[in-house]
């Protein structure tokens, strides 16, 4: 019979034979699967789930956290420290094979002079500080012809001068819907921060759409499905999302379009979630880009034949991009601490929710909740648009996050 270990033992020698025996080390190093030390800056949720659908490859990770709780620090090699600090980012980064974020208010100083160490860091250091800064993005996107709503660049609010109603967005620190506020009348200017900004122009908004794009160091590239996103109103985070969205041809062109033209001119390897306004007369514009893991790809881990996780594991490791066909209609719900709680996290409803077919719990590891904060998502497949819908309004109404 011809067993297993017989055809294994010919794969090996036909390699051998073709390489040689000094180049067979070489061979496999070219191909990525040599163990790796990756460094992460940020230990939170992103860079849990990550690390957890990594764990089925052979790699050490490291990851960099003030918290000394964080989600990742009981799953990495984990080190206390401010990934804003220039020492701790640069000592942290020294030793690895590749460094990467999993948030992108970083020590991005720390990050070229790490890359002139020869330390290998995705995405590059220089579209990591474009897109920290709301200022340099905007230009960005303005530069390379990307759609993006009107905008004046302010350093205090004396300069505004700008048509009504609009957004204001600081330049750096705003995250997960801090740092944004609208404007609508005349009263709202007296509410101005006075700190640089961008000033943008309100989108008559009819559906609020994500991509997520990744590029290896080969340069080839694979996109995610579009994601239909639904915010909460009072938190300005994300509620739920649902994919696939429900979009016409001609705005799946638009998107195809701008996820194109962002990669190009980022010319960077990495994963992207770019963020947008499909707005009631048809138009799509760029809202912001993230440069990193993003909460409207969740859905992906049960949804689609890979996960966003899996494919910046393989962007990391310059391996052959995952595909990223639809399984099914999918779609999220996150879970975010209930007003007027903190402490001790406690899932009012989780039992419930675990008696519902296709439907799978994700928790980040954090033992305390707080108002808005996220504590971890439940992912909801399905077989058609309405009976998903069906399933994320029950899923909605069953489960809160108390203390």
Not at 114 to 124: F, Y
Request: glycine share 6%; aromatic share 8%; hydrophobic share 35%.
């Amino acid at each position: 019979m011809f067993s297993v270990a017989r055809a294994i033992k010919l794969i090996y020698a036909r390699i051998y034979k073709n390489l040689g025996t000094r180049h067979i080390i070489c061979y496999f190093c070219k191909i990525n699967i040599r163990r790796m030390k990756i460094g992460i800056l940020g230990g939170g949720q992103l860079g849990r789930m990550l690390i957890q659908n990594a764990l089925k490859y052979d790699d050490d990770w490291f990851t960099l956290d003030p918290a000394k709780d964080a989600p990742c620090s009981s799953i990495s090699y984990f080190t206390e420290g401010n990934f804003n600090d220039y020492e701790s980012v640069f000592n942290f980064g020294k030793g690895k094979d590749v460094v990467s974020i999993e948030i992108e208010h970083v020590n991005v100083d720390a990050l070229f002079e790490l890359q002139e160490c020869g330390i290998k860091i995705i995405p590059s250091p220089e579209i990591i500080k474009t897109i920290q800064q709301k200022i340099l993005q905007k230009e960005f996107y303005k530069k390379h012809q990307i759609p993006s709503p009107e905008f004046q660049v302010i350093q205090n609010k004396s300069e505004a001068n700008f048509p009504l109603p609009f957004v204001q967005k600081m330049n750096t620190g705003g995250y997960d819907g801090k740092g944004v506020q609208v404007i609508t009348n005349e009263a709202d200017i007296e509410k101005l921060w006075d700190v640089p900004s961008v000033l943008e122009t309100l989108v008559d908004i009819d559906k609020e759409l994500s991509i997520i794009i990744a590029k290896n160091e080969k340069g080839e590239t694979r996109t995610f499905p579009v994601t239909e996103m639904v915010a909460d109103p009072k938190l300005n985070l994300l509620d739920f999302n649902i994919c696939p969205s429900d979009i016409s041809e001609d705005v799946q062109q638009q998107i195809d379009q701008i996820a194109q033209q962002f990669i190009e001119a980022a010319d960077s390897p990495g994963l992207f979630a770019i963020e947008l306004f499909l707005d009631k007369k048809g138009k799509v514009w760029v809202n912001e880009t993230a440069p990193r893991l993003h909460n409207s790809g969740h859905q992906t881990q049960e949804g689609n034949s890979n996960s966003q996780f899996e494919q910046m594991y393989r962007v990391l490791k310059n391996l052959p991009l995952a595909d990223t066909d639809i399984l099914s209609f999918s779609g999220m719900v996150n879970l975010v601490g209930e007003e007027n709680f903190s402490g001790k996290a406690k899932y009012e409803g989780i039992e419930e929710i675990l008696k519902l077919p296709k439907t799978y719990v994700h928790l980040y590891g954090k033992s305390e909740t707080k108002p808005g904060r996220k504590m971890g998502h439940i992912n909801v497949v399905a077989d058609s648009r309405e009976e998903l819908m069906e399933k994320l309004i029950k899923i909605k109404s069953l489960i809160k996050v108390k203390s």
